[in-house]
């Protein structure tokens, strides 16, 4: 289980510009329970660079710096807390990059040892890591070169397929291409891991919100993250929706995942 957050601002940006020096203190403070790892997207054009680590955040000068550049215009952040039995190493930590694309996901999907059942085979032969949060992207590939090219349908078809053949909690993620930032609602309140939530230190009032997400819409960016930092004027997205956000215009949608 994770921390999500994706922008896409009409200039070049900081993530400390974005949610201010108070924003970044207390999502950054998130690691202190997602603490398996870090990792940052950003396009330069069209070209992702991806930097990521094991390390916890607030304990890698690297996240601090980036935090704190310019970087560009679109692009994402994770916070790690990795399931237990999937190892913690750089190959699998987030965000994952396949051509144009890349991918953070917050959740687990069960049950493990079913894991390579999810992908065609020559998909499979793809992953760097062991997680079923890189299988899960590679779904999302596969379906959309079926889908010629139809993003939202991909995501749709994915979360369907998951949901029909295994047992996820969470299916959140922010998924970016060179022109867009898509943000992905799904999650099962049931299935929130509310003891191993508790165990760990949590003390939200509201422990069956921890999947929830929220976006801010201005003129001048859009930024999509994970619940349990303070996001006053936030809105909430809706589960089992995916926003979508242009990066050359930042006008936004959200549309149904059918």
Known sequence: ?????????????????????????????????????????????????????????????????????????????????????LGVNEENSHPFRYGEYAFAHNGAIHPQDRLPEMLPEQWERQLAGTT??????????????????????????AVADIDARFEPNSLNAILLSHDKLYAVSWHDRDRVPEAKLRTHGYDQPDI????DLAYHATDSAVVVASSNWPQPGWTPLENRHVL???????????????
């Open 1 to 85: 289980m994770c921390r999500l957050l994706g922008y896409c601002s009409g200039r070049d940006a900081s993530l400390e510009d974005l949610i201010g020096a108070d924003g970044l203190r207390e999502f950054t403070g998130l690691c202190a329970l997602h603490g398996d790892g870090w990792g940052m997207a950003w396009y330069e054009r069209a070209e992702p660079i991806i930097r990521k680590s094991p390390i916890r955040a607030d304990s890698a000068p690297e996240y601090d710096k980036l935090a704190r550049e310019p970087l560009s215009d679109l692009g994402l952040v994770h916070l790690r807390w990795a399931t237990p039995g």
């Open 132 to 157: 079923d949060s890189e299988r899960y992207f590679l779904l999302i590939m596969a379906r959309l070169a079926s889908r010629g090219g139809d993003m939202v349908a991909a995501i749709a078809d």
């Open 208 to 211: 069956a919100a921890y999947f």
């Open 244 to 258: 979508v956000a242009d990066r050359r215009t930042l006008n936004s949608r959200v549309l149904p995942l059918q």
